[in-house]
């Protein structure tokens, strides 16, 4: 993520080359009357982008939505953000900063949709911020990274420090996948694409040396490493864990 500046009512972000496609799709959200994303105000005397600030509460270490109706609100979110984008066509000569984990044209992919981007109102989400790693991707690339965070199918561990619950993994699953609106064969895969989004973070992680977009933006091998982590947690539980549409 690019270090952003809250300035009033707006966000202040370093462009960069993939900016004029993500700004084109968000211009899109706007065209359409989508109100689950910032709106583009231009550029600032310094070439940095505008956006309008979202105002809510956005989840984190001291602060999380748990009950099963915010993570159901959350699945419905990404469907809506993902079906407002009939008609959008980006740019032939469209950049984007980094690929998406599990690469396609079926959307445009938000690409980090976990809790800390969405943000709250009255316990629900309205937005999705921070669209800088927006690529196109397959729809399930969203729905698996929200279920990492949101179910979660992760560790304990991980999810215990942002006080998201760990007993109810699966009735979690259900309530995103409904609010999504799975279908059944999209259920069955889900936690193997999650699986397959982890591997493909992964790899962009791993190898960031000759890719301008990573180098220097983030400590590389330490996500990597705990990427690496969720892999292998996931492996281990897959099977218990696949149980959860029967």
């Not at 300035?7 to 009357?33: I, M, N, S, Y």
């Not at 979202?54 to 609100?73: E, L, M, S």
């Not at 979660?152 to 259900?174: I, M, N, Q, Y």
């Amino acid at each position: 993520m690019s270090p952003a500046i809250i300035d009033g009512e707006t966000v202040r972000r370093p462009a960069g080359p993939w900016t004029p496609a993500v700004h084109a799709l968000l211009l899109h959200f706007e065209r359409v009357g989508f109100e689950g994303a910032p709106r583009v105000l231009g550029f600032d005397e310094e070439g940095r982008e505008i956006l309008t600030f979202v105002q809510g509460k956005v989840p984190g270490t001291d602060w999380t939505p748990t009950d099963d109706q915010a993570v159901y609100a959350v699945g419905k979110l990404l469907r809506a953000l993902h079906d407002v984008q009939a008609g959008f066509v980006p740019s032939a000569d469209a950049k984007w900063q980094m690929p998406s984990a599990l690469p396609g044209d079926e959307v445009i992919c938000h690409n980090d949709a976990v809790g800390s981007n969405f943000v709250f109102r009255n316990g629900r989400p309205v937005a999705l911020i921070d669209w800088e790693l927006a690529a196109p991707g397959r729809r399930i690339t969203d729905v698996a990274m929200a279920a990492a965070w949101w179910a979660p199918l992760r560790s304990d561990e991980g999810a215990k420090h942002f006080g998201v619950p760990t007993d109810r993994r699966h009735e979690r699953l259900r309530r995103l996948a409904d609010g999504y609106g799975l279908e059944a064969r999209e259920r069955r895969e889900l936690v193997g694409n999650c699986v397959r989004v982890f591997e493909g973070l992964y790899d962009i992680h791993s190898g960031v040396s000759g890719k301008p977009w990573l180098e220097g933006r983030w400590d590389a091998t330490l996500i990597a490493a705990a990427i690496r982590k969720n892999i292998d947690w996931l492996e281990a539980h897959r099977s218990e864990l696949e149980s959860w549409h029967d």
